[in-house]
């Protein structure tokens, strides 16, 4: 099994490739190309390079664009990792392709994600999903109206010039042949898919652009594109990577203290662990290259509602790892 890690990045090189190489030695054959934000310090960039010059197996992406929260470098950057893939000197191409960030850690071995692609062969794991799987705020409005300024950094200005669109009956028209769809922005693609999103990009840039002015289009476009090329009945509806959020919105981080809790999980990878976990951190990297645990991967519907709880009680009781003890 070929496996493909394309892993998003802005900084913490040096754990950003200690990730990429327990990954690509974990497995049988794999290999991991990083995307670091282009807008990362000169001296952030040149470390990533020095480190990944001694790793095995690992490269680093060549085109790079910027990657801001919610903005289309976040589409941007894993389709030029998939793009420069296909051009390996040496013929290698993957069976599998998985996105993940630099903040994710792995939960299981790789040997043991070789053969559940290996029990699964026909599936595609990523959310493709209809408007209503958004929760809350703007559902569809975010491909109805433009989005040319960032709500972290340009926040008025983006909500006045949203404002003003829905005043003035402002409505986009989706391309012919593309119905919205949305998702988590993870997924773990084969190969043959991933080169027929390629292949989308090249023959219609004008879907491609109307994309770019998506509010947060990596919710959106990968999933609208999978849902465009691929049956449904080999689409899994759900993605190999942990991630939960507090009725505040902001992510569930995890400590030293979570390793019990993170090797129960229904996933392969997670995010995120704090930055001073290192104990948890080092224990993860250990687990991905350990052989096959044999376990099988099932949603538990218990461990789910347990999960819930905990954040639950995290949003009220913010102390680090206190709704765990």
């Known amino acids: 099994?070929?496996?493909?890690?394309?892993?998003?990045?802005?900084?913490?090189?040096?754990?950003?490739?200690?990730?990429?190489?327990?990954?690509?030695?974990?497995?049988?054959?794999?290999?991991?190309?990083?995307?670091?934000?282009?807008?990362?310090?000169?001296s952030s960039w040149a470390r990533l390079q020095a480190e990944a010059a001694g790793a095995v197996r690992v490269d680093l992406v060549e085109d790079r664009v910027a990657t801001p929260w919610g903005e289309w470098g976040l589409v941007q950057a894993p389709l030029n990792a998939l793009a420069q893939a296909r051009r390996f000197d040496d013929g290698w191409r993957p069976d599998r392709a998985l996105l993940l960030s630099g903040a994710c850690l792995p939960c299981r071995p790789v040997k043991t994600l070789e053969r559940f692609f290996a029990e699964a062969p026909e599936q595609e794991f990523i959310e493709v999903a209809p408007p209503t799987w958004i929760q809350g705020g703007l559902r569809e409005e975010r491909y109805e109206h433009w989005f040319p300024f960032n709500k972290q950094t340009q926040h008025v200005i983006h909500h006045n010039f949203n404002k003003l669109q829905r005043l003035l009956g402002i409505r986009r028209q989706v391309p012919e042949g593309l119905t919205p769809r949305f998702g988590s922005q993870w997924w773990a693609l084969s190969w043959a898919t991933c080169e027929a999103l390629l292949d989308h990009a090249q023959a219609h840039p004008d879907h491609m652009r109307w994309f770019r002015w998506c509010w947060i289009p990596d919710e959106m476009a990968i999933q609208t594109l999978v849902g465009r090329h691929v049956p449904r009945r080999r689409i899994a509806g759900r993605n190999l990577t942990h991630f939960r959020f507090t009725d505040h919105g902001k992510p569930v981080v995890y400590h030293d203290d979570h390793i019990d809790y993170i090797r129960g999980l229904d996933a392969f990878l997670f995010r995120k662990a704090h930055p001073e976990a290192q104990g948890l951190r080092a224990a993860c990297l250990e687990l991905a290259r350990a052989p096959d645990d044999g376990r099988a991967v099932l949603r538990d519907d218990r461990a789910e509602l347990d999960y819930r709880l905990r954040a639950r009680a995290l949003s009220a009781y913010p102390g680090p790892g206190q709704p765990f003890h």
């Open 1 to 42: 099994m070929k496996l493909l890690f394309v892993i998003l990045a802005h900084d913490r090189p040096e754990e950003v490739v200690a990730l990429a190489a327990a990954l690509t030695e974990g497995g049988s054959d794999a290999r991991a190309l990083i995307h670091f934000d282009a807008r990362a310090e000169a």
